[in-house]
């Protein structure tokens, strides 16, 4: 849990540097906002670890999301408006480098898939785009918006 704390940190320390470089809002007005983000990541990490049965941490870390900025929670216009001061590309960059260099660590075991990775990816990234776009049209004609 330390590990991911320093980690979860870090990130939130680059973004914060990320909003005010790219979007020019001072680190003093978005640290609210990627303290509360902070928190609600631990807190689905904690409800993820002490579950009796496996289920995967984002689930919960966006339950919780959910739950905190729902009408129905205390406070839930202030954690909009904190968490609204964070450009979602400022957050986006540090993520996705994370998630770069541990994909570079795993590149052997990628090397081994080869080329069939590559097309299972392309099928599951089309369909996934076709049946989304598929049920958005669906919706949108029961609306009779089209």
């Known amino acids: 849990m330390k590990d991911r704390l320093l980690i979860i940190s870090l990130i939130g320390l680059i973004a914060v ?18 303290i509360v983000i902070i928190a609600i990541t631990l ?3 904690g409800i993820a670890a ?11 870390i966006s339950l919780v999301a959910l739950i905190v900025t729902s009408p129905i ?28 260099l541990s994909l570079g660590k795993d590149i052997e075991s990628f090397k081994r898939l080869s080329w069939r990775i590559v097309v299972v990816s392309l099928v599951v990234y089309t369909g996934t785009f076709l049946f989304a776009a598929l049920f958005a049209e669906m919706v949108f004609r029961i609306q009779g918006k089209f």
């Open 17 to 34: 540097i990320g909003n005010w470089i790219g979007f020019k809002v001072s680190p003093i007005e978005a640290l609210p906002g990627i």
């Open 43 to 45: 807190a689905g990490w």
């Open 50 to 60: 002490i579950l009796p049965f496996k289920s995967p941490a984002v689930v919960w």
């Open 73 to 100: 929670f205390p406070g839930n216009a202030w954690l909009a408006e904190v968490t609204g001061k964070l450009n979602f590309m400022a957050l986006a960059t540090p993520i996705l480098a994370y998630a770069g």
